[in-house]
């Protein structure tokens, strides 16, 4: 084939070849039943839906944090809280602005779906594709990465 590969055929490509993919449907959504969890919902479950549950600023200096967070690798930074009380599973995100992250620098992986050697597929920098000026690139490139990020069960893509 001639003329340049459009990025759904080459996240499609690399998603293929290198992640597991495990396609994952979401129901549709009742906004009458979020209302009526968000109703059941305490202040501090509201917090723990939209917060990483991490030590803020300079507590962990100062011995204020429990530190076993730090055993949960990098899902502990990208990871939002379950709530069992109510059956909700905490939101899993990710940064994305490349591609979904599956590695934090060179040592920690995050846990499957990502792949043990933290690989998953990457695009160009903003910046480079901000250069060609096409919405038309950038609409592609966002909906290949919410593919890729709905084969590795992430949520959000920051």
């Known amino acids: 084939q001639s003329g340049p590969i459009s990025c759904a055929a080459l996240s499609g490509a690399l998603a293929a070849s290198h992640l597991e993919v495990c396609r994952c ?3 549709a959504v009742d906004p009458a039943e979020v209302n009526g969890i968000l109703s059941r919902m305490t202040l501090v ?16 200096e100062r011995g204020q944090c429990d530190p076993r967070w730090l055993l949960r690798g990098p899902e502990a930074i990208f990871d939002l809280k379950d709530n069992h009380r109510l059956g909700i599973r905490g939101l899993r995100t990710r940064d994305g602005p490349k591609g979904i992250t599956c590695k934090l620098g060179d040592r920690f992986g995050f846990w499957p779906p990502c792949p043990n050697d933290g690989t998953s597929p990457g695009f160009p920098a903003q910046s480079l594709r901000a250069s060609t000026w096409s919405v038309e690139l950038e609409e592609e490139l966002g ?7 709905k084969s590795l069960d992430v949520h959000v893509a920051f």
């Open 25 to 27: 449907a979401y129901a």
């Open 45 to 60: 479950e509201k917090y723990e839906e939209i917060c990483v549950p991490i030590c803020p600023e300079g507590d962990f």
């Open 143 to 149: 909906a290949a990465i919410g593919e890729i990020a």
